[in-house]
């Protein structure tokens, strides 16, 4: 089970940084992504950090803003968001991801997501 949290409104050049609560898997033996969706748009891959959290991808669309982390003792993926745009708005998912990749992952795989909202 994924549980997400941490969303909410934020303004412009704003920052929140989502937690996910992972439970019911060896979540330290999974690699780990975040995906977003905006209302009426397909889901977007926004990034993935491997088992140990040493190695990172990212979005174009995020990178540079952005910065996926993981603490395997606490079971706990992180996206830490800054320079927050309005078309950052979405509900953001973290998913456990089949590979190191690129790719959204299928989305049984998914949580329940975290509203994010930026406007002024």
């Known amino acids: 089970q994924l549980v997400e949290s941490g969303g909410g409104l934020v303004r412009p050049e704003g920052s929140l940084t989502l937690s996910c609560a992972a439970s019911g898997f060896p979540f330290s033996l999974y690699h780990m992504s975040w995906v977003r969706q905006a209302p009426g748009e397909g889901p977007e891959w926004l990034s993935t950090i491997s088992t140990d959290g040493g190695s990172t991808k990212y979005a174009d669309s995020v990178k540079g803003r952005f910065t996926i982390s993981r603490d395997n003792a606490k079971n706990t993926l992180y996206l830490q968001m800054n320079s927050l745009k309005p078309e950052d708005t979405a509900l953001y998912y973290c998913?456990?991801?089949?590979?190191?990749?690129?790719?959204?992952?299928?989305?049984?795989?998914w949580g329940q997501g975290t509203q994010v909202t930026v406007s002024s």
């Open positions: 998913a456990r991801a089949v590979r190191f990749g690129t790719t959204v992952p299928p989305r049984d795989y």
